[in-house]
């Protein structure tokens, strides 16, 4: 859960308009922000900024880092949660663990959403190998779902699919820790990944995330949708600098003191910490314009 933290409202859309308007101040990235909340924007303690998390917890939430980002962490935090990425070692095998579990999440639930929008079918989904093996035992376990109204041969597929896919690492993880046998957490960092698919299900993995990018992420549609969404947030952040006492005004609560310097950075976390709607009632607000369906 905590990989998503530093999500910006409408997804990787309004984390590539941040950065665009974030270029000349830092640039933004989501994993670096999920970082950022637990580290300096969450005011829980009275002597400290931040959660004070664990190292592990901390390395299991940076997901993903560029070099240059990398390089900033290691500058701040010598020898902390940035040198991994430099170094190019493994995390721990929990942040390992959550990391593939995070993929295997997200492709169900957008195989569930592709569908349920219509913007993809079940048939088109049977040209997916993984997909495929699921329903036809599906099917043949309960063969009066076929062309039965509701979601109920969806799920089923979805759960079945799901159920492979955690067994599958689960028995491909035990070999591997079986053949590596580390001695310690040291020695799991020098290894590859040891929380793995096997070979055959990593393929059929590949094929579901290679289908969803070219039929939904890709789908006119949701391009579309996404251009709108970029429109939104860079819209957002122009007018929430331009007028900073415009942050927190739609929900009535006191707007805190920015320091100039800090302005852009402060209008990127507020932006960053939006859910869709809000994102859109507030730009409904500034603007006027209804952009998205979630806009009054």
């Known amino acids: ?89 493994q995390p721990s095998l929990e942040a390992q663990l959550c990391n593939l579990a995070d993929e295997i999440a997200y492709n169900a639930h957008d195989v569930d959403d592709g569908v349920r929008s219509g913007l993809i079918t079940l048939q088109q989904l049977r040209s997916v190998p993984l997909f495929e093996r699921f329903l036809e035992q599906t099917l043949q376990a309960h063969p009066k779902l076929l062309g039965s109204p509701g979601r109920r041969l969806l799920y089923e597929v979805i759960r079945r699919m799901l159920n492979a896919q955690v067994y599958d690492v689960i028995g491909a993880t035990g070999e591997a820790l079986a053949r590596s046998a580390p001695a310690d957490v040291d020695a799991v960092r020098a290894e590859s990944p040891l929380v793995q698919f096997s070979p055959d299900m990593e393929r059929l993995s590949a094929e579901l995330k290679k289908f969803l990018l070219d039929n939904l992420y890709r789908h006119p549609q949701v391009m579309q949708t996404t251009s709108l969404a970029r429109q939104v947030v860079r819209e957002l952040f122009d007018a929430y600098t331009q007028a900073p006492q415009q942050m927190l005004a739609g929900t009535g609560t006191a707007v805190p003191a920015v320091e100039a310097a800090s302005l852009q950075r402060a209008v990127a976390d507020y932006i960053a910490g939006m859910t869709d709607r809000f994102a859109a009632r507030e730009h409904h607000r500034l603007t006027g314009q209804s952009l998205l369906a979630h806009a009054p």
Do not use: W
Request: with cysteine.
């Open 1 to 89: 859960l905590a990989h998503d933290l530093g999500h910006t409202p409408f997804g990787h859309a309004g984390q590539d308009a941040l950065n665009e308007r974030m270029a000349g101040h830092g640039g933004f990235e989501h994993n670096l922000q999920s970082l950022r909340v637990v580290d300096q924007l969450e005011q829980r303690y009275p002597d400290f900024d931040g959660l004070n998390l664990s190292f592990e917890s901390r390395e299991g939430i940076l997901k993903h880092c560029s070099r240059g980002n990398a390089q900033l962490l290691e500058q701040a935090e010598p020898g902390g949660v940035g040198l991994r990425f430099l170094q190019r070692s």
